[in-house]
């Protein structure tokens, strides 16, 4: 790829056909001068072969930067495409040098982007926009506020979460008559080349989609009629992917289209797990598939209130001075106690630094990572192993320090589930609507990319208000407390 200039556009020639200027304090101008963005050209484009033939790539700017107006407006892919299309702010973020009345790019780019932008490019995007970030606030601090040298500094906080998926609540029974419907379809179209040829094998379709409805119209259908329903449709589905078997033994599976091929795999592991738990009374089986469209999704048992086991990406994150990353994203459970020394080798590798403390929940407290923390002189959070000391008039005192450590520690780990609520409430780690595995850890980064630069941008226009707070003050000292200074006052705070 010929990587174009990401030169911007200066700020007073960006061409407005209907007049009138842009305003410089715009959060999306703001963020744009900001934003590194030709440090990114180097990741971007080893993502691309150097033949030279085909259609040019969009830049860098306008790849990213189509990502992060998505998930910052919460839009689907068209959406976002008519957005840009009709804000000139949008554009300028992108670099365009002039306001185009026109569709940038087709809203199906918006895979290639997610395509392109792989996770490890993601995290070296994200930290290096956070490293900006904190060079930006490090120089806007004054001398005593600087942090103190030192080789542990700084509070590192992790958890762990669960980023769900847009699917269907998976049963049983609805998966098996997914697959029932799928493979019926598989075999109208291997046979659509044999009509008046030979006659077209039973799928018994009618009857069995009469016996599904039966029980799943049914508001709280019993046990042995549930069963009873997955019995008939196993049946079904065996029958059909038998009926396939025996028309790719004679012709091929060549009539397949690339997607049919792809869930005919899926249905096939699926039936033999859902006929293992079937004979075994069970619910639970190793790598369970609970989405044919989706086959990489697994549940997630988080044994939260609201929902006690989740359907999507497990991920382990850290919290800095505000600033979040994504340290591991799977689609299979896992026990994030695991992480904690990886993260703080991450904390380290970022800041050339280990922090002063870990503030983490009590499922990261094993004696593993205990000794790890003590041999690298760093505080983990949460109370001492072991029964806890009976008071006396010796240890009062100290007991009650560990009371009020163990408090402000909990109060210092808050800062790490706001995120997770930002994310899920404000971005789109809610609810992600990308259906591939690569794509759906893209999303994932690229939340977690937004919201860093909302607290970058947050930072921002806090020094600017402070500087306007600085200004009044000054001109109130000046001027006096005169009507003329009370209405100046109040111009430059609206």
Known sequence: MKPKSLRQTEFEDFYLPFGGRLK??????????????????????????????????????????ALIIKEKLQLSDEEAVLQIEENPYLQYFLGFPEFRDARPFDPSMYVHFRKRFGGDVLIEVNELIVKRALEQIKE??????????????????????????????????????????????????????????????????????????????????????VRKAIRQQLSHVERNLNTIERISAEGGLGKLGKKQYRDLLVISELYRQQHLMFQAQVHSVKDRIISIAQPHIRPIVRGKAKAKTE?????????????????RISFDAYNEGEDLSGQIEAFHRR??????????????????NRAYCKKLGIRLSGPKLGRPRKTTEANKAELKKEKCQLREDEIDRIPVEG???????????????????????????ITFIVMNLEKWLNAILSALFWCFEEVLNGLKALVGTNEKALRLQRMYRS
């Not at 590194?36 to 860098?60: H, I, K």
């Not at 994310?423 to 789109?428: A, D, Q, T």
Request: net charge positive.
């Open 140 to 225: 806007s601090r004054s001398d005593e506020d600087q942090d103190p040298p030192g080789t542990h500094k700084g509070k590192l906080l992790i958890d762990a979460t669960c980023a769900p998926s847009d699917i269907a609540f998976p049963t049983d029974l609805g998966l098996l008559n997914k697959a029932r419907e799928k493979t019926e379809a598989m075999i109208d179209t291997l046979h659509a080349p044999l009509i008046g040829k030979r006659p077209k094998a039973r799928t018994y379709r009618i009857k069995a989609r009469k016996q599904y409805l039966a029980v799943s119209k049914k508001k709280s259908p019993g046990r042995k009629a």
């Open 311 to 327: 359907f999507g990406a497990k991920l382990s994150a850290s919290v800095v001075d505000g600033f979040c990353f994504a340290d």
């Open 419 to 445: 995120k997770f609520g930002q994310g899920k409430r404000r971005f789109g780690l809610g609810l992600i609507k990308s259906k591939l595995a690569e794509t759906t850890k893209s999303s994932i980064h």
């Open 24 to 65: 410089s304090s715009n959060r999306w101008v703001v963020l744009a001068k900001k934003i590194p963005w030709n440090e990114f050209e180097d990741l971007y484009a080893a993502n691309f072969a150097s033949s030279g033939q085909g259609a040019p790539a969009l830049n860098v700017r306008v790849a990213l930067g």
């Open 351 to 368: 800041y050339g630094h280990y922090p002063a403390s870990v503030h983490a929940d009590k499922i990261y407290g094993t004696r593993k």
